[in-house]
T-cell receptor, first 116, second 113 residues
């Protein structure tokens, strides 16, 4: 398996533009997580899905952020409109969730977003 | 909610020495404690984890200890090598969180040859 795939790897955009980040989880995994990493706030969980259904979006910073998972092999994180303070590395991770046991989360390589 | 604190934020050791990173957590219901290693330009990768029903776990040069009473857990790396240089994150999760992890702030470990 190729692991978690994220695109693009780097994104530079101007304030006010829409940004869409994409993620393909590991085949067979049923949980998907979106994280944001900054120097100031570390690794923050934004939202996670289980079986394509959003379970907890309490980490989404504001209404400008939205995430979807239309099927088991694809998810998007959209920022509209983008602001300079959204500049960060965004990670997608997936895991195989069995009952209430804890399973390893596999992280993608991340998307480095710069908003000018 | 859960709060995880990690110390130190930076750690520099000589090759061959041991390195210890410590974390504390606030939620007594947490029962899963993984450690992730993040190399430059990459996503975090799980290196070892421990569940609350054990006090210690070892995998070659890496070991983790857990003290549930004090609510702290530690990562021990022995015989450090330059390739151990990375950022290390601890995390905690409770049974009903749906695998949601709360991460510590991270420790930048530098192993000097």
């Amino acid at each position: 398996d190729a692991g978690v795939i994220q695109s693009p790897r780097h994104e530079v955009t101007e304030m006010g533009q829409e940004v869409t980040l994409r993620c393909k989880p590991i085949s067979g995994h049923n949980s998907l997580f979106w994280y944001r990493q900054t120097m100031m706030r570390g690794l923050e969980l934004l939202i996670y899905f289980n079986n394509n259904v959003p379970i907890d979006d309490s980490g989404m910073p504001e209404d400008r952020f939205s995430a979807k998972m239309p099927n088991a092999s694809f998810s998007t994180l959209k920022i509209q409109p983008s602001e300079p303070r959204d500049s960060a590395v965004y990670f997608c991770a997936s895991s195989l969730r069995l009952a209430i046991s804890h399973n390893e989360q596999f992280f993608g390589p991340g998307t480095r977003l710069t908003v000018l | 909610g859960e709060n995880v604190e990690q110390h130190p934020s930076t750690l520099s050791v000589q090759e061959g020495d041991s390195a210890v990173i410590k974390c504390t957590y606030s939620d007594s219901a947490s029962n899963y404690f993984p450690w992730y290693k993040q190399e430059l330009g990459k996503g975090p990768q799980l290196i070892i984890d421990i569940r609350s029903n054990v006090g210690e776990k070892k995998d070659q040069r890496i070991a983790v200890t857990l003290n549930k009473t004090a609510k702290h857990f530690s990562l021990h790396i022995t015989e450090t090598q330059p390739e151990d240089s990375a950022v290390y994150f601890c995390a905690a999760s409770r049974p009903t969180s749906g695998s949601r992890l709360t991460f510590g702030e991270g420790t930048q470990l530098t192993v000097n040859p």
